[in-house]
């Protein structure tokens, strides 16, 4: 992922250098490989501060994000964190009190809040009437690349889309996680989240052949479907009245489709987004649109579905 941050980086013109720590040969190698023009490699992260740079990418091991961020922050640098912003609560309230107090502005890797189809519908939500009932699915490839629970790799990500979709916290969670491929983490999770108001069912692994990123929103007017990846939106309402079929092939178009909208918006890179908008909020020309305290809820949340899948209660989730 570092990579890509470094791509998109270079290709944007309100950097003039991209500053690079990358310790492991392999990684920094590959970096080499790309031959991005404004990647300058350093060799500590001193060296950037030394650098006077403005602001900071951390896309390290989630277990480093708390140290690394905090060093920088501490050095008044503008810091966006890969989600989860850090692995325990205390540390995520910690490293949020450290940036009000040096006014430093820290943005949690919450990248599918810039995947232009999740925008799209957050403008078409109210149409959708009273959400009563969500339902994600993501599902992604076995990999040989050591990473989290299920929960904190990718569950996360949809935990925080249905806050930011509905303005709602979650308020409790029970889950269930299984080890199925991974040899260091539980590789698929399960769980029924309770929103202010609604129910969602988030499922997540990295077990299945092929990868599949999904999420459904019902209301009382209407319902949304949205894939994440190819960035596809399809917003339906219910048929008016009750409509009588000619055929048997009418029926099988038209029977429980309603009205369907698709909505038009540009489709774009998400990180490329998010990096640009980190830029401007660095700035000061934008306001930030995933703050600290939306990454520590989503590790609130994480943290209690690990809980309640090992300890098999209901969890309350409180950030």
Do not use: W
Not at 2 to 21: K, L, T
Not at 156 to 175: C, F, K, N, Q, W
Request: glycine share 6%; with cysteine; net charge negative.
């Amino acid at each position: 992922m570092g990579r890509n941050h470094c791509r998109a980086y270079s290709a944007n013109a309100r950097v003039d250098h991209v500053f690079v720590y990358e310790p492991y040969a392999e990684s920094r190698a590959a970096l080499e490989a790309m031959n991005l023009e404004k990647v300058v490699f350093i060799d500590s992260i001193a060296d950037a501060k030394a650098n006077g740079i403005q602001a900071a990418s951390v896309v390290t091991p989630t277990d480093t994000h708390f140290s690394v961020a905090s060093d920088l922050v501490g050095a008044g640098i503008d810091v966006l964190v890969e989600k989860p912003i850090t692995t325990t609560l205390e540390q995520g309230r910690e490293l949020a009190s450290a940036a009000h107090r040096s006014d430093v502005l820290v943005m949690p890797g919450h990248i599918e809040r810039f995947n232009p189809a999740v925008r799209a519908l957050k403008k078409n939500m109210s149409s959708l009437g009273t959400i009563v009932y969500a339902s994600a699915h993501r599902f992604g490839i076995p990999t040989n690349r050591r990473l989290a629970d299920a929960f904190l790799d990718q569950a996360v990500h949809d935990m925080d889309v249905l806050s930011y979709l509905t303005g709602e916290a979650p308020r409790d969670i029970r889950a269930i996680s299984q080890r199925i491929l991974d040899a260091h983490a539980n590789d698929l999770c399960s769980a029924i989240v309770h929103y202010d108001g609604f129910y969602a069912t988030i499922e997540a692994n990295r077990v299945t052949p092929i990868k599949t990123r999904e999420l459904i929103v019902l209301g009382t007017k209407g319902s949304a479907r949205l894939d994440y990846i190819s960035q596809e939106l399809v917003v339906m309402h219910s048929e008016a009245s009750q409509t009588k079929f000619s055929s048997f092939d009418e029926i099988l178009m038209r029977v429980g489709r309603g009205t369907e909208v698709h909505p038009y918006f540009q489709k774009d890179e998400p990180l490329r987004v998010e990096l640009d908008h980190f830029l401007a909020c660095s700035e000061g020309k934008e306001k930030p649109l995933v703050t600290a305290e939306d990454g520590i809820r989503a590790v609130a949340a994480v943290a209690a579905g690990m809980k309640s899948a090992k300890d098999g209660t209901v969890e309350k989730i409180g950030a």
